[in-house]
């Protein structure tokens, strides 16, 4: 599995009649292929910035990023993206979404066709395959955008707050698909989320980062994820540890948000 | 509240079940009352948009009111005894007595030339040059109205013919009765009017608006995307995309006449200069409206730049396309009618402005009606199409 290096990352949005942003200064790590990496922090942390930086997206102002030794310097199927919502393709049937990134690899049908059926059954949307996206709901229309992401079978997914649109069950039966997924495939994820608990449960590596400038925080190595599916996810959220993490996390993150109320002011 | 009762009854159980209930309480519930309860249980309506949707009987009520106001503007109604018939009456009589007049020229004229007959015969036996024939140019009466038919096929010839006799039918400052704008339609999809059959002129008229369109299109369309992807192209192309579009077609027919002279050749360099704009600006915000995560989606999962523009930019801006062409359609329709106003002998245009000539306003109505009618029919072929190809279109 190939290792995702962060070289003395930074960014810096110029903004016209103003101070430039800085929205991510010095961000090293090293991440070894296999890992779920979650990115938690208050809005404007550059984690999404970050993600797009690692994506190909968006070129570092300093720095730079590197898949198993090879600078990226651009969007690539070697990494695949699932993005909040909104990324699918109208008007494209379910099967022609997943087998899009194929197709556009000049795969031919008979090749892809094994995969699509295959991705539509890990993800749970089997025979769905002819319908329309848009007359999903919300949490299968995030399974097609996961079963397209893996049909071209990346080195790594970046996921931008994937469950964020999703009401509480969905998100928490989707957090099961996610670990399933990663599990299975053994693919090095990196997640941004919004919710405390969620990076806790999901990741295996946890980045909280901070904004002006933004930065990795703190780092922790995270227990739950192996164990995610073995145990009942309620329980585990419940549990002792868990809690314990997660209240130091959000007392962290209530601490920036306070700062940046009382910087602004 | 009217429908307290059954609500009350009903509160804990399924909808269904407090209808059914409703229903049975009588004159106390709302469903039994003096106003009949909608079955969706919504208790307002005023100014929820939701509520309001097509009701087909009023919609024949309406065309029912168009049609008695057009007859009763024409006095179709209620005058005492028959106008309209004692007009055609009449119409007939005068006509009877104008091919009756005609007949009797040409008799004279044949007499005329048996003697000619003879007299050139003499002529040449004598070895003379023989005298002039009598049916030299407008000597003879080479035209014979013997039907009603071939009497307005042979009107077109000569503006002057017949005149007198329609305009007692048809009066030039009343709008023809609707009887007669159909027998109007009936000789026009028969005879015609000026040779060419109304289908004729249609044909001609939705020939050209198609090619307009067309054009107006397969140039259009990639300007307006090229300017939706790119800045350069975008400032390029801004200036005279905004100084061109609030020009008015019809302000440019008379210098399309004097560039390219009459007949098909303008109208159709009309109609694309009235479509070419909207569907530049169509294009234009449809290729900005593209989902930025969509794009990076696609490069992701290894499109190129040519990939991303056809399977990802063009079909995302179809819906506004379709709403260009519903735009760019009725537009042309409107330039088109007016072009042919002025600069061609065929297409509806021309045959409602010829027809004024022979003060033929049934002919005009007719014209009217279809234009219109095929104005409706080529917006709900495009509304179809658009719910066939972008069935996608506000769900997104």
Redesign the interface.
């Known amino acids: 599995m190939k290792e995702l290096l962060a070289h003395e990352l930074g960014m810096v949005y110029q903004v016209p009649k103003g101070e430039p942003v800085t929205a991510l200064h010095d961000v090293s790590f090293e991440l070894e292929g296999g890992r779920l990496l979650t990115l938690l922090g208050p809005s404007g942390c550059g984690k999404t910035t970050l993600l797009n930086v690692m994506?190909?997206?968006l070129a570092p102002t300093s720095g730079g990023v590197f898949l198993g030794g090879e600078p990226i310097t651009?969007?690539?199927?070697d990494?695949?993206?699932v993005?909040?919502q909104?990324?699918?393709?109208?008007?494209l049937t379910v099967a022609e979404n997943i087998s899009?990134?194929p197709r556009?690899?000049r795969v031919r049908k008979g090749e892809y066709n094994e995969t699509v059926d295959d991705l539509l059954e890990t993800v749970g949307l089997q025979g769905f395959g002819d319908k329309?996206v848009?007359e999903l709901s919300g949490g299968m229309q995030q399974r097609v955008a996961l079963a397209?992401?893996l049909?071209?079978d990346p080195d790594v997914i970046f996921m931008d707050e994937p469950l964020g649109a999703l009401d509480a069950l969905t998100r928490e039966k989707m957090q099961g698909l996610v670990l399933q997924l990663w599990q299975e495939t053994g693919k090095t994820v990196v997640l941004v989320t919004h919710s405390v608990e969620e990076a806790l449960y999901l990741g295996d590596r946890m980045f909280v980062m901070a904004p002006r400038p933004g930065r990795i925080e703190k780092e922790y190595e995270l227990p739950f994820a192996k164990i995610g599916l073995e145990v009942e996810p309620r329980e585990l959220k419940a549990s002792p540890e868990f809690i314990e993490t997660r209240e130091e996390v959000l007392s962290m993150i209530w601490d920036m948000e306070e700062q940046i109320m009382g910087g602004s002011n | 509240m009217a429908g307290g009762f059954g609500e009350g009854f009903g509160s804990g159980v399924s909808d269904g079940a407090t209808l059914g209930l409703a229903d049975k309480v009588g004159p106390f519930s709302g469903g039994g009352g003096r106003f009949k309860r909608r079955s969706d249980n919504k208790t307002v309506t005023f100014g929820d948009s939701s509520a309001v949707h097509s009701k087909p009987l009023w919609s024949l009520l309406a065309l029912i009111l168009l049609m008695a106001a057009w007859y009763l503007t024409t006095h179709a109604f209620g005058l005492p005894g028959d106008v309209i018939d004692a007009a055609k009456a009449e119409d007939s009589r005068t006509h009877a007595a104008a091919v009756e007049k005609h007949q009797e020229a040409v008799d004279a004229f044949e007499v005329e030339l048996a003697a000619y007959e003879v007299e050139a015969e003499e002529a040449r036996a004598a070895g003379e040059d023989p005298p002039d024939r009598p049916d030299g140019p407008g000597k003879a009466p080479r035209k014979s109205p013997t039907s009603d038919k071939q009497f307005v096929t042979a009107c077109n010839a000569d503006p002057d013919c017949g005149k007198e006799a329609y305009t007692q039918i048809f009066r030039p400052t009343q709008l023809p009765t609707p009887r007669d704008t159909w027998n109007g339609f009936f000789t026009l999809s028969t005879v015609g009017f000026r040779n060419i059959t109304i289908w004729e002129h249609t044909r001609v008229s939705l020939w050209r608006v198609a090619r307009g369109m067309f054009f107006g299109t397969i140039v259009g369309v990639p300007i307006g995307m090229a300017m939706g992807l790119s800045s350069r192209l975008k400032s390029l192309f801004d200036t005279p995309v905004e100084l061109f579009r609030p020009i008015p077609p019809l302000a440019l027919i008379p210098l399309a006449i004097a560039f390219f002279g009459l007949g098909d050749r303008p109208a159709v360099r009309l109609l694309i200069f009235a479509s070419i704009w909207i569907m530049i600006i169509a294009a234009r915000s449809g290729t900005q409206a593209v989902n930025l995560s969509k794009v990076r989606a696609a490069y992701s999962l290894g499109a190129s730049k040519w990939q991303v523009l056809t399977r990802v930019v063009l079909p995302n801006a179809l819906p506004e396309l379709f709403t260009g062409l519903r735009v760019a359609l009725g537009v042309s329709w409107g330039t088109l009618v007016a072009a042919e106003l002025v600069g061609t002998d065929d297409g509806l245009g021309a045959m409602i402005f010829a027809a004024r000539q022979f003060f033929r306003t049934d002919v005009m109505v007719v014209g009217i009606v279809i234009i219109s009618v095929l104005g409706v029919l080529m917006d709900i072929g495009l509304r179809f199409l658009e719910a066939r190809l972008v069935p996608w279109r506000g769900k997104g």
């Not at chain 1, 651009?74 to 199927?77: A, D, R, V, Y």
């Open positions: 994506a190909g997206f651009g969007p690539s199927q990494r695949g993206m993005f909040q909104g990324a699918l393709f109208e008007w899009f990134g556009m690899n329309r848009y397209r992401c049909a071209n």
